[in-house]
């Protein structure tokens, strides 16, 4: 079975870093890349970017280009969101998602994490 | 750069009604052209792929259509587990998504 599990909740305040995790299981994750997904409260979803386990090659929407790092660990099947210096509107939910290439369809999607940005 | 523009934003609509959702696209593009369900406090969950093909799984009252610009969901009997939100994706070098059309009880 397929599954992506992302880490939990975070709370965090604006100028603090952060990295928060998708592990890939029921497949092999080096195969297919990760493409993460912004949901802002009450707003609808924004595409961020992939990853390709592979070779850790990325793509960046042009609107998150600069704001995040995208990375993949092989050895644990793992894929990462990072943020260097948090703002307030970075509070969002952020889902991992499979990426299919013959499809171009996100086909499988972890349960989200939560990222809260407060002073 | 392309915008995905979707319409209705909002559709109140009955169990058994025939419901049809627009994604329009700002200049032509492939045929990589995806539609998700999204309920509250859920992952999104994909319905159709490549416009027009039903993901494994997806009852068969879900379809797709369109080309070029302008392409469709249809709902031909909305069902009560069908009241969520819907979105179009478009990918090609990088992807957008389409913003949203939330289809409620009428």
């Known amino acids: 079975e397929v599954q992506l599990v992302q880490s939990g909740a975070e709370v965090k305040k604006p100028g603090e870093s952060l990295k928060i995790s998708c592990k890939g299981s029921?497949?092999?994750?080096?195969?297919?890349?990760i493409a993460w997904v912004r949901q802002m409260p009450g707003k609808g979803l924004e595409w961020m970017g992939l990853?390709?386990?592979?070779?850790?090659?990325?793509r960046y929407s042009p609107s998150f280009q600069g704001q995040v790092t995208m990375s993949a660990d092989r050895s644990t099947s793992t894929a990462y969101l990072q943020w260097s210096s948090l703002k307030a509107s970075d509070t969002a939910m952020y889902y991992c998602?499979?990426?299919?290439?013959?499809?171009?369809?996100?086909?499988?999607w972890g349960q989200g994490t939560l990222v809260t940005v407060s002073s | 750069d392309i915008q995905m523009t979707q319409s209705p934003s909002t559709l109140s609509a009955s169990v058994g009604d025939r419901v049809t959702i627009t994604c329009r696209a700002s200049?032509?593009?492939?045929?990589?052209l995806t539609w998700y369900q999204q309920k509250p406090g859920k992952a999104p969950k994909l319905l159709i792929y490549?416009?027009?093909s039903l993901e494994t799984g997806v009852p068969s009252r879900f379809s797709g259509s369109g080309s070029g610009t302008e392409f469709t969901l249809t709902i031909s009997s909305l069902q009560p587990d069908d009241f969520a939100t819907y979105y179009c994706?478009?990918?090609?070098?990088?992807?957008?998504f389409g913003g949203g059309t939330k289809v409620e009880i009428k």
């Open positions: 998602a499979r990426h299919v290439d013959a499809t171009a369809a996100l086909d499988y």
């Open positions: 029921g497949y092999s994750f080096t195969t297919y890349w």
């Open positions: 990853v390709y386990p592979g070779d850790s090659d990325t």
């Open positions: 200049q032509i593009i492939s045929s990589w």
């Open positions: 490549k416009a027009s």
């Open positions: 994706q478009q990918y090609n070098d990088y992807s957008i």
